[in-house]
């Protein structure tokens, strides 16, 4: 018995030994494997948790115009963050002495540009890292640094510069707090001119505090690429002036200008008003950060009408002498169509090119009668009005076209002459280059080409014809119909001594959002021209939404200052202007339109019921002239065009209500 007892007993301590061994070579085999094998991975890990990475912006790729002025750059700048933690231990431990954090946020505050409260409350904050300000500039960050307050650290940025402030704002666009573009080329070309961002590390101490000044940087950051834009710096500039002149003016909701070159379809300038500095972006309204130039959509007015035209002469409907006949009013269906002269100026037989002169909306809707929907659709759309034209800036419409299926005729005679249909002024002005350079629509472009850093040019922009649109003997017609419009017709304030300046007003009705009607007080005013007009080299479009005060019409409010434009941009292209003949009216950022001017009437008596007064109408406009004297009922007949110089019955007559007055009109320093 006992012998078996023996046995069992060393048989059970064995197997606990061996439960033992086993326990004790799992756990050499763990630590064997954690140190020997798994030692790269865990100590890389560990360095990780060790460690703070951080993404160094790239420096941003800069912008120029086409004469290498820099419009757009970036410069060094930093982050200041700080972790208060730290520096609350150092300050109750009595590790830091020199300042109390109110002392610390007062300072702060004064390098900062910030309140001080707020500052103190993020240092009282019980965290690790807090960031205090981006895109400080150096000379303040070298300020920080100077009064060694504990936890405050720095980290690489790129803050964007514009030199030239707001000067072409809205084609530019800004740069956010991250680095990316918004708006404008800044958007649209962002992969190319933001770069890559690098990468850098930096170490926690033991107590998981930041060692400030202990960076390690493992990757470097590679600058963005350069862009050389269309834009030239001295059409640009009389186009920034023109628009700060016009706003003061005509005290506009806002005015638009944009320049193109019509045998390429680049854009020369463009700008808007009201605009915005792209260095203090946050500081404006968002709605000044817009580019009307692409994304405003409106009903274009008269200025279409060259749209119009050149399809019914394309397809043979009309010729530039075609006859008809202008009562003044045309009905169709249950619409009455009427010309801004109606019951004012007697009807009567005039011709397409006529008609273009006096801008009659009647003619054109005769003529949109003649052309039919199905060729008018083709031909809208040929033109690029319905579908964005693609030009590389950010931010496009596409306009808003009635649909063809929907279209009634009195759809079809209101678009001919630019009522209905919405478009955007980039869409315009590309359709009036296709008139211009003899019938080629070309995609519009604001970017010449993309460089490296090193100079190496990886994309070049080349004129892009999208389609043919017309016949050169198409283009040819209507640009001699166009030179009209300004030798006799509404825009002869845009006339140009010794060069064929080609051009068509427009004054648009705005529908009032209250009543869904067409206000009779609310107008889009614009004004488009080339000029030369037998080899173009320039065309511009000026729109102004909403003037004030009795100018509203584009001839008179608009050409001037596309005239002062076009005039610029001629010497820039070493074409010459004559110079000894009497310009119509001059225009200078500080001047306004320098033309006679009426005199108070004394009546001759006192009216009765029947009767009325004749005014004084000397330098009125002609649509002056008729607003004028409908107010009166009173009738005119008219010769020439320009200003009222002549009138058949003197000011202050007492005359039938219904009279017709013969009113001479001429151009400033020209005998009627």
């Known amino acids: 018995m006992r012998k078996e007892t023996t046995v069992g007993y060393f048989h059970r301590e064995r197997l606990v030994y061996l439960q033992f061994i086993v326990i004790l070579v799992l756990i050499m085999g763990k630590l064997l494997w954690i140190q020997v094998f798994q030692a790269a991975h865990l100590n890389a890990i560990g360095m990780e948790r060790r460690t703070v990475t951080q993404t160094i912006m790239p420096e941003r790729g800069a912008i120029t115009d086409n004469k290498g002025n820099v419009l757009g750059l970036s410069v060094p700048a930093q982050q200041v963050y700080i972790d208060p933690k730290s520096l609350t231990q150092q300050i109750n431990k009595r590790q830091y002495t020199k300042m109390s954090k109110e002392e610390i946020a007062q300072k702060l505050s004064s390098i900062l540009g910030q309140d001080s409260k707020s500052i103190l409350k993020i240092l009282n904050e019980d965290k690790d890292w807090v960031s205090l300000a981006h895109l400080v500039e150096m000379d303040k960050t070298d300020?920080?640094?100077?009064?060694?307050?504990?936890?405050?650290?720095?980290?690489?940025?790129?803050?964007?510069?514009?030199?030239?402030?707001?000067?072409?704002?809205?084609?530019l666009g800004f740069v956010n707090m991250t680095g990316h573009g918004i708006g404008g080329v800044e958007s649209y070309y962002d992969k190319f001119l933001y770069g890559t961002p690098g990468y850098s590390t930096t170490e926690d101490d033991s107590n998981h505090h930041l060692i400030m000044d202990a960076p390690s940087q493992i990757e470097p950051p590679q600058q963005g690429d350069n862009l050389i834009l269309t834009l030239d710096s001295n059409i640009q500039l009389l186009i920034e002036q023109q628009l700060d002149a016009l706003t003061k003016i005509s005290g506009a909701k806002n005015v638009t200008i944009l320049a193109m070159e019509p045998k390429t379809g680049k854009i020369l300038g463009m700008g808007t008003r009201p605009t915005f500095d792209p260095n203090h972006y946050e500081s404006t309204s968002q709605s000044n950060w817009i580019n009307r130039a692409i994304s405003m959509n409106y009903e274009p007015g008269s200025t279409f009408k060259i749209v119009t035209g050149s399809a019914a002469l394309e397809t043979g409907v009309i010729t530039p002498d075609e006859g008809f006949n202008d009562p003044g009013y045309l009905r169709v269906g249950p619409r009455i169509i009427q010309n801004w002269d109606y019951g004012i100026r007697p009807a009567g037989d005039i011709t397409f090119t006529q008609g273009m002169e006096l801008s009659s909306n009647v003619v054109l809707a005769q003529v949109g009668e003649k052309l039919g929907l199905t060729d008018f659709f083709k031909y809208l759309r040929a033109f690029g009005f319905g579908v964005k034209t693609g030009v590389d800036m950010a931010g496009e419409e596409s306009g808003l076209l009635?649909?063809?299926?929907?279209a009634r005729d009195v759809d079809l005679a209101?678009?001919?002459?630019?009522?209905?249909?919405?478009?955007t002024p980039i869409q315009l002005l590309t359709a009036l280059c296709a008139v211009a350079n003899g019938g080629t629509l070309y995609k519009p472009y604001i970017v010449d080409n993309i460089v490296t850093p090193d100079g190496k040019v990886i994309q070049q922009n080349n004129p892009t014809a999208v389609r043919k649109?017309?016949?050169?003997?198409?283009?040819?017609?209507?640009?001699k119909v166009l030179e009209q419009v300004v030798t006799n017709g509404t825009g002869y304030l845009a006339a140009i001594p010794g060069v064929k300046v080609a051009g068509k007003t427009g004054t648009a009705q705005i529908v009032d959002p209250k009543t869904q009607q067409y206000s009779n007080t609310d107008f889009i005013s614009s004004f488009e021209a080339f000029a030369p007009a037998e080899d173009p080299k320039i065309a511009v479009l000026i729109v102004v939404n909403s003037p004030q005060g009795v100018d509203h019409d584009g001839g008179p409010l608009c050409s001037p200052f596309a005239k002062t434009i076009l005039q610029g941009a001629l010497q820039e292209y070493n074409i010459p202007v004559t110079g000894d003949v009497q310009n119509t009216v001059i225009v200078t950022p500080d001047s306004t339109s320098v033309r006679p001017a009426s005199k108070p009437v004394v009546p001759e008596r006192q009216p009765l019921s029947d009767e009325t007064v004749v005014p004084d109408l000397t330098g009125m406009t002609m649509r002056q002239v008729g607003e004028t004297l409908v107010k009166l009922e009173l009738h005119y007949d008219f010769?020439?065009?320009?200003?009222?110089?002549?009138?058949?019955?003197?000011?202050?007559?007492?005359?039938?209500k219904g009279t017709i007055l013969d009113v001479t009109f001429a151009s400033l320093g020209q005998s009627p």
């Open 414 to 423: 209101t678009m001919a002459f630019g009522q209905s249909n919405m478009v």
């Open 402 to 406: 009635i649909p063809q299926d929907k």
């Open 639 to 656: 010769k020439g065009s320009g200003l009222a110089c002549q009138q058949s019955l003197p000011a202050g007559k007492v005359v039938a």
């Open 469 to 479: 649109v017309i016949s050169q003997a198409t283009a040819d017609q209507m640009t």
């Open 143 to 171: 300020q920080l640094r100077k009064l060694n307050i504990p936890g405050i650290g720095f980290t690489d940025e790129q803050k964007r510069v514009y030199p030239m402030n707001s000067w072409a704002a809205s084609v």
